[in-house]
């Protein structure tokens, strides 16, 4: 991987200037992740959501590469046709033989986990030479925080509401960066922005690969976490270290612990991870302390899932 | 030297020919009847090398049309084909493709919509998706279906234009009916539809632009749609002058109507694609009998030629117009709606009846088009009254 200092020197394809909101977890990721990719041309895809709508707002764009910005479920579909498009100009001549040229698809929990899977589910299955870049943020943030499949059990969200009866989300998340797994691509990986160095070296192995890469980011959204913009980094920090957000990578169908840190026996309790975000503040009251022990159980069951994959 | 040979063939397997002979970079490609065979078509010239187009195989209508939306912002030559649920599936990324001003090309096998599910003819599909900002031509004949494909990608890719074109054949009737056609030598059609040339191609990385970006909040969205409406008004006439070209190479009419007998028709139907067959049959048959009938067929959907549509109906006595679509709740049927407006300014204005017909591939018999004559008949003697709305043929 290049060092600290080389990085520092490449040039940033996501300008400042953009309108997304301080403390943004999704435009880190995006700079994090494009740093993989070094000095070779990108295209880049997004869907709809926070990143499209804040950096390319008619007449300007942040993006100092191309950009396409399709609809909300399709931007693997979409750069599936531009990687596509590559290809056959290739073939036919009018792109050079040896031309390099990489494509990155990004989109949010929504657009990835819920609205999107099938496109990416399409795009992955075809190989095209892709990453697809998940900046997971737990919910539906651009619409103004409704609960999606990847909003953690528990968690407040306009559409998974807190009242009398109702103490949040009720189901747990779906495991996306498995499914995608199971489509056995030649490179899977979860990372998180506040592991820098981890996450741009898996987008390094992911722009490398020839064929599609998956990359769930998880990477926070101060407002809809209900935490103070200076502290996106800290809390995706606390995922890692809670086992919330398990770092592990799967090349060519081989499970790995990208982290030796975190451990079954040293792994936070979850509360670390939940009592600073307003999402979760409900769950603190004493009435819902099984509620909490359940939550507990199910981060727990997850973490030994992945690491049984990662064979520990 | 053009040269052409005379084919039995379907008109599924010209369409795809013709799409061979143009040459696509990219295709998406996803089945759904009655258009499958248009992609399994391309599929063997894939697999034999005879194309270099990049074949995709999407898994979804929608994935399709956005992978052709990807690619054609890339800089590609992009050409798809659907049919019925795949085009309502499409239905949001028809919207993007014309909005983002990408010249994709696609067959669109006309069938009817669920529910209940209907495999066979009728023009939902395409009408439902009308007013998406595509070009739409239809084709009566596989012999059609083939020479609009071609002139399709030039008027797609033409400066002025720089939109999306739809080329309809009627599901089953003309994708799937052994047809006398003639296709046009490969060298030909390569010299006709040259090369595409992008502008603001994606994969031109030294001068990166940004599409599909975000023109809300007080952005420029309205002024971009007035765009849009300047650029399928200025499309009729490269409509005309593309067809021109074509028919000097190929020998064959192109306009955006087709009238026959209209020169002096009394009575006349008004319809698209296969039926226009049909009519034209019963109405040699009245000829010779001495009425004066004629039939105009509508070539060109959108943009919808009005001027020549009134010039061509004006003087007639009563006019029928033969929807094979609905539009639940509304006056008549798209094609009646626009037929009628297009006369409204006229001084003299025919007595007009709208039928609907052949929903879901209910037969179109010809002495059901001779009842439409002898109504039309009844209706200019004044011996009857124009109807609403009437569902011909219906049991």
Redesign the interface.
């Known amino acids: 991987m290049a060092t600290i200092k080389e990085l520092s020197q490449r040039e940033d394809r996501l300008e400042g200037g953009h309108r997304l909101c301080a403390g943004c977890g999704a435009s880190i990721a995006v700079r994090q992740v494009m740093l993989g990719a070094g000095m070779t041309?990108v295209?880049v895809?997004c869907a709809t959501g926070c990143l499209?709508?804040s950096t390319?707002?008619?007449?300007y764009?942040s993006?100092?590469?191309?950009?396409?910005?399709?609809?909300f479920?399709?931007s693997a579909?979409?750069?599936?046709?531009?990687e596509?498009?590559?290809?056959?100009?290739q073939?036919?001549g009018k792109?050079p033989a040896d031309k390099e040229?990489k494509f990155v698809a990004f989109g949010g929990d929504g657009g990835t986990y819920d609205i999107g899977l099938?496109?990416l589910?399409?795009?992955m299955?075809?190989g095209h030479d892709m990453v697809y870049v998940c900046y997971d943020n737990g919910a539906y943030m651009n619409t103004g925080i409704q609960r999606s499949s990847a909003t953690p059990m528990g968690a407040w969200a306009t559409t998974s509401e807190v009242g009398k009866v109702g103490q949040g989300k009720p189901m747990r998340r779906k495991d996306l960066t498995s499914i995608i797994a199971a489509h056995n691509v030649p490179y899977v990986a979860q990372g998180s922005i506040s592991e820098w160095k981890d996450l741009t070296a898996k987008a390094e192995k992911a722009f490398a690969v020839k064929g599609p890469a998956f990359i769930n980011v998880f990477a926070p959204c101060p407002r809809g976490w209900r935490i103070p913009y200076n502290k996106t980094v800290e809390s995706a920090s606390l995922a890692v270290k809670t086992a919330f957000w398990p770092l592990f990578e799967v090349e060519d169908g081989e499970w790995k612990m990208t982290t030796r840190r975190v451990t079954r026996e040293n792994r936070l309790p979850i509360e670390e991870f939940m009592k600073p975000q307003g999402r979760f503040k409900h769950l603190f009251k004493p009435e819902n302390a099984e509620l909490l022990a359940k939550i507990q159980a199910e981060v727990d069951r997850n973490f030994d899932y992945v690491l049984k994959r990662c064979g520990q | 030297m053009a040269t052409q040979k005379t084919l039995a063939v379907t008109g599924n397997v010209l369409v795809a020919e013709a799409m061979r002979q143009c040459a696509p970079d990219v295709m998406g490609a996803y089945p759904i009847t009655p258009q499958t065979t248009i992609v399994e078509e391309f599929a063997k010239f894939v697999a034999n090398g005879r194309v270099h187009t990049e074949y995709v195989t999407v898994e979804s209508e929608h994935s399709a049309m956005s992978a052709c939306v990807g690619a054609s912002a890339a800089g590609a030559r992009v050409m798809t084909a659907t049919s019925s649920q795949g085009l309502a599936l499409m239905w949001e990324e028809l919207y993007i493709a014309a909005g983002m001003r990408l010249p994709i090309v696609m067959a669109n096998a006309n069938r009817a919509l669920s529910a209940p599910i209907n495999i066979h003819c009728d023009h939902s599909d395409i009408m439902g998706a009308r007013d998406a900002g595509w070009i739409v031509l239809f084709a009566e004949t596989a012999q059609e279906a083939y020479d609009n494909t071609i002139m399709a990608v030039r008027i797609a890719e033409h400066p002025d234009v720089m939109l999306p074109v739809m080329t309809c054949l009627d599901g089953f009737i003309t994708t799937h009916s052994i047809d006398r056609a003639q296709i046009m030598d490969d060298e030909t059609v390569k010299a006709f539809v040259g090369d595409y040339k992008p502008e603001n191609a994606l994969l031109d990385t030294d001068n990166p632009v940004s599409h599909g970006n975000f023109a809300g909040l007080g952005g420029p969205y309205f002024e971009f749609k007035r765009a849009q409406r300047n650029a399928i008004d200025r499309s009729a006439a490269v409509i005309e002058s593309v067809g021109a070209e074509w028919s000097k190479i190929c020998e064959r009419p192109f306009g955006m109507v087709e009238g026959w007998g209209m020169e002096d028709a009394e009575l006349a139907i008004v319809a698209i694609g296969s039926t226009a067959g049909n009519a034209r049959h019963v109405a040699r048959e009245l000829r010779a009998q001495g009425v004066r009938v004629g039939v105009l067929k509508v070539r060109c959907f959108r943009p919808f030629p009005f001027a020549d549509i009134a010039e061509a109906l004006a003087g007639c006595k009563a006019v029928a117009v033969l929807d094979r679509s609905e539009s639940f709740g509304a006056e008549g049927g798209p094609l009646f709606l626009e037929v009628r407006s297009a006369l409204y300014d006229r001084a003299e204005r025919p007595a007009m009846v709208n039928y609907i017909y052949g929903l879901g591939g209910s037969d179109v018999k010809l002495e059901l088009l001779r009842q439409v004559y002898s109504d039309l008949s009844d209706l200019a003697d004044g011996a009857s009254t124009p109807g609403r709305l009437v569902y011909l043929g219906a049991r």
């Open positions: 041309p295209v895809g499209e709508v390319t707002i008619y007449p764009s993006w100092k590469t191309p950009f396409i910005h399709n609809a479920e399709n579909a979409t750069v599936s046709g531009v596509s498009a590559f290809k056959a100009l073939r036919a792109i040229m099938q496109s589910s399409g795009a299955e075809r």
